[in-house]
């Protein structure tokens, strides 16, 4: 069998140090732009509007953290039909917030279904991500967001913007909380 | 004349390391997300819907392989008129199996043509990819798949998801069953 | 707190290299191609015509310089569609001069509404950009620029075409002035 | 002024290192897929068909050759829209063969201009290309084409597939036969 390679091994590594955090997550909620897309935006004219590209690993990561009972969705400063299709009519996420670049409203929804700030994990990679980065459990970003996001966020990801950099943190936290997906027998 | 790069070379090398094992492949099935593309999906309006892209290096592959005898074809668990366009219609593969995430059956009707386990290779990159690439003769992943993936398989490319990973596999494959494509006289 | 990837500490570096430089500019201007986008042109059907990606830090960006009372805006040899949608209707930047591949023209009019050279930065990757990289106080360019291009101005960026290397020139200008973009209080 | 990046400089001494080769180049021909592509191939719909994008440094490099009057064009096996609105309709090359995967016959009719194989300069990514890239006065091909073409051309370029790896052959031309394009006065 192939020896896995080394970002994977160090994986582990970070599921292990930052364990104590991780393991209070109960809610996971993800940025668009820039974390769920490589922050690209394309005019694809009136019906489909400006069009973004999303990475088939988070949309399975997704799943998994549900079937393991995690609440999992999107606040999003930015909208569009893609997104709805993705998001809400395919992957059907708990909750999908989009259009309000004030993220503390979609936060404080979310904290009125009895969740804490330590049982949220937040990913995000711009100034408006700030107020939510501060406060949440557990806090990642991108290693092309700004110097300031950077430094206030626990986690910065080995893989860029929409190269499936939020399953990294999906399958960091499986491994902090020891979550295994189902694999068919055969 | 250039001296190839180094990853060429190696590719020799690792074509001789598993020799034993793709000497026997007669069947090369591929998933398309995360392998075929770049794991990139996007809206692209109701007529087409949920859309990818392709990497012509390895639709020539496949080509390759084809005229040496080898079946090759599709497992994946999405389905979208444009793979239907680029595989069925285009590339007008052996097999085509789309929009079924439990990929045993697919797999099993290949059995039924008179295949073994060690006569096919297989490389997909999610944790519904697991029972095949447990059982085929030769299992390769991407190097973005999650630990597990990794793990259970022969072979990790070094080209990335979508970058014509799939072409990697297979010009491994004919170093190892020594198969060269027709280059017309001039 | 995660500790800052270390590219974005040089460019505080940066900053304070070029600081006598940048503290003097009151307006941000930009080439389109291969600086707000990756160079990637693509055939998108009559109403549409040729297509381009930006990239949604770059977006911000702009948004950040304005409200500290910077001038930005375009000066590109192109035009197109989404490109209008882009930096006209939706980031709605204080200049967008499309169309025109002789740069001069644009330039003046940035003269004309009382700015001199040295209070004008400019970004720009291609021959036609050289008469105005070579005059303004600040000149960018990206990695894979032409060695002529590279060579006429102050900054190379470390980010490629397209993956908001003009954001990286923003940060950096930001920096130097001391400018904090609005975190809402939480 | 910025010091250039390496490759940069490298590119200098690649055309001096090829320079006897170089200096008799009258023609250059470019392959789409791979080459002026990334590789990519999206279905766009039965109005466009499959679609590719192009780079922009590739197209402004085609047009500094033609004005020092240097034949440029296009030998492709495949066939689209796009690459005829972009080809033909914009930068309106000297010669677009499309849709023959048997390139010799293209090749044939640039001969019967009264040209000779050392004054041709080819780039090709794949196996049908071989043909003429054993012939040409100077061949070049991508990172990631198979060891057999990487070993049969004269340079593989630095730059990978589609981004702008023509550009680098044609700067290293431009070089090699000093020429320097027109930067209007300012």
Known sequence: MAKPLNEKLRLKEYAEKFGEKLKKIKVC????????????????????????????????????????????GIISGGDS?????????????????????????????????????????????EFIDLPILKRVGFSATVPNASYEIQEAVDYITHRESGDACA????DMLRYAQDIKPVVLEF
Chains 1, 2, 3, 4 share one sequence.
């Open 29 to 72: 909620a993800f940025d668009i732009d820039g974390i769920l897309t490589n922050g690209g935006i394309t005019w694809d004219g009136e019906n489909i509007g400006f069009n973004r590209t999303c990475h088939i690993h988070d949309g399975y990561g997704f799943k998994i953290l549900r079937d393991a009972g995690i609440l999992v």
């Open 81 to 125: 039909v893609g997104m709805r299709k993705r998001f809400i009519d395919t992957l059907k996420l708990d909750f999908v917030f989009l259009g309000n670049e004030d993220k503390r409203d979609a936060y404080k929804k979310i904290l009125a279904l009895g969740y804490t700030d330590e049982e949220i994990l937040y990913m995000g990679d």
């Open 167 to 170: 399953r990294e943190v999906m």
